[in-house]
């Protein structure tokens, strides 16, 4: 899978709306056929930054997302809302879903 962690550091008059600013985007990605997840956070240390937390089946579907008509409106429309570009890790991984944090099993 491709998993990507993504940092975004909206505009603080723009930060309490974003989750509603970055909605449509969010839900035609998590529609996806593709799309293994597509969810956001917010940094309890920063209200301004969301984490968003994406992971996609393949580079087919990374491909597919990049290039889809509501990847080319985010691209347009979810800028004005930043302070600034959003950093990003990206990274193939050899595993289809989420792990189990053994450290911390619940038993």
């Known amino acids: ?27 035609a990605t998590r529609a996806e056929p593709g799309c293994l997840w597509f969810d956001w ?12 937390v994406e992971a996609f089946r393949d580079d087919e579907a ?5 290039q889809s008509a509501h990847f080319r ?4 429309q979810l800028p004005r809302h930043l302070a600034r570009t959003p950093r990003i890790v990206n990274a193939t991984l050899d595993q289809e879903d989420w792990s189990e ?7």
């Not at 990374?62 to 990049?66: I, K, L, S």
């Not at 944090?101 to 038993?107: P, R, S, T």
């Open 73 to 76: 409106a985010a691209r347009e």
């Open 101 to 107: 944090l053994g450290e911390m099993a619940v038993e």
């Open 62 to 66: 990374g491909a597919a997302h990049v």
């Open 1 to 27: 899978m491709i998993f990507i962690t993504a940092k975004f550091q909206v505009l603080p008059e723009h930060a309490d709306r974003w989750p509603e600013i970055s909605g449509d985007f969010t839900r």
């Open 41 to 52: 956070s917010r940094s309890v240390e920063d209200p301004s930054e969301y984490v968003l």
